[in-house]
């Protein structure tokens, strides 16, 4: 008895490590140096003693091919090095899951060499906090966290901007009144960026309502169709998802309706469908952090850049939609650049008809932190909530 | 009453994939073959159906392409864990995990491109129907396939000569030896043929119904078709139902939410996985049950005239 147990647990081990080892096979590597550089350059970077370009490396929660998130970081990297040139070399890990293996890539990475690391997605915030205290040398950039330490910082798009820049495109171009979106996973962020889209679509029209629903994943393109098609068979005709996949679009595509292009440009993938992009552009603040590191000017903190940093934007803007449409985009757009707009300003209820922001009222970073509700007009409770 | 219409055409859409998979699944392991490797060949063949219907623009191809691209990698495997005796669950695992990356790899180029717009379906006159017309007669001929498939499948396992022979080879492949019968060939053929329809459902997923080409697209629809072989106790029939059952909760779970109604969507998202396992602990309680339900050399390999 005894004997057969401990068989069939080596098995399970067995196959455990077989496993393992083929997931970590796939993290495939990929190194790209910048073209070699002319040592003349004196502003050599003074973290590291050596001389030579800094290197920069990233780490990615998805594959690049994603289309969405890690796409869109790696766009950023892209732009670092053209941007910089020769000052920089930049190595990228994909596919890394937020695990303990993080921790691993992160203290081979500070290993190599590398003196300014990107981690860029929420899971590494603790892998990063244990690798930023044994690598006091190397400074760690931490997309979407709250955790920081002397060399460890947090940075952070304001993709909420982006979502209320669909809003009104959204709001403008349905016709049943009824718009939608496939989220991901309830957390403030996401429930954030539903909540500005449904603010957006009732700037331009009052009687919008938005459905939701929820996939309980970041990346799943079967279920993200799903999803879709459910808000289509309810009667939604304008689709946002706030999932890492192109599949809501191409469900919008194939049923006639239109969408939105989430954290990428999207407009070559849906054509007919595809309404605009609430893109990411990493690479200001990717060349601001390399700067700072090469001179010496880097000190940890927290970055949350929107629209007026040029950290997001509504872009290509199909010409199905009127000139007034985007005259009100742009209209938001240099609001927020100039800062005479906020969106997040009161008086905005809840959907349960409590006011959480007073009139005139403006909400701080802390109050859009925490957000863990849906605004009037979301036709769907808060999962989880009382 | 036009939304049940649409929510009822869905179930039967997304239940089609599974359908297919578990079908292709069920005719192996009616051989006594467990075939762990279902995601993975599902994902090989949706790159293979996906890239051929970029290339060539017809959707029958993508379909064949993904039959044969299922068909290799089933044979491959069928060559290890027949005549090489490897251990079916790990063999299959390894498949599984290699196709996941494999289909990464060939795959890259393809993630950007995307397909014609995909051509709606209506079966003449019955698609005009009030109610049942938009719920059952505007589905891709696939969903229907998927039908025609699990009834000749029926009939091939229970009523033609060759069905009993597979039948026999996955109850006791010694008997069906001392027959005369080529036990490995057979064995081979039928995780051919299980592959191959893998390979179908995942070249439909890629170019119809999710139409486009990411790493890893499948998602657990494969792990799903493997659990439905056993919730159907091997029955084809009951494969149809399981398909459109998990594919229902799915699509329910998702108009509940689109409807704004309050419930755990992640407690109907398990439920066909506890009705797996409430399944097989019914079937698994008595000698007699476990007989009548469960091919009796199902992952047991076969050492002709050992």
Redesign the interface.
Known sequence: MTTSTRRNVLRGT??GS??LA??L??CSKKEEAAPAAPSTSAAAAPASAASGPLKVAFVYIG?V???GWSFAHDNGRKALEKELGAQVQTTAVEKVPESADAERVFRDLAAQGNTLIFGTSFGYMEPMVKAAADNKGVHFEHATGYKTADNLRTYDSRTYEGAYMAGVVAGGMTKSNVI?VVGSVPIPEVIRNIDSYTLGAQSVNPKVKV????V??W?????????A???I????DVLLQNTD???VL??A??NGKYAFGWDSDMS?????AHLASAAINWAPYYVKAAKEAIDGTWKTGKSWWGVKEGAIDLVSISDKVPADLKARVDQVKAGLKDGSFSIWKGPIKDNTGKEVLKDGQVADDAFLGGIKFFVAGV???V?GAK | METYALLLAATLNAGTVLAIAGLGLLVNERAGVVNLGAEGMMLVAAIAGFATAVHTGSDWLAFGAGAVAGAVMAAAFGLLVIWLNTNQYATGLALSLFGNGFSAFVGIGYVQEHLATRPHFAVPLLGDLPFVGPALFRQHPMVYLAVVLAVALTWFLYRSRAGLVLRAVGESPESAQALGYPVRRIRLLAVVCGGALCGVAGAYLSVIYTPLWVEDMVSGKGWIALALTTFATWRPMRVLLGAYLFGGVTMLQFHLQAEGVALSSQLLTMLPYLATIGVLVLISRNPAWIRANMPASLGKPFFPGG
Not at chain 1, 219 to 227: A, H, L, R, V
Not at chain 1, 233 to 236: E, I, L
């Open positions: 067995a196959l077989i496993a083929a997931a096979a796939g594959p091919g994603d289309h939608g459905r939701v629903v929820w309980n994943e990346f799943n393109p079967p279920k993200e169709t799903e999803g098609q459910s808000l068979d309810g009667g939604a996949s192109s599949a191409q469900t595509e194939k070559a993938i849906g054509p007919k036709d769907a409770p999962p």
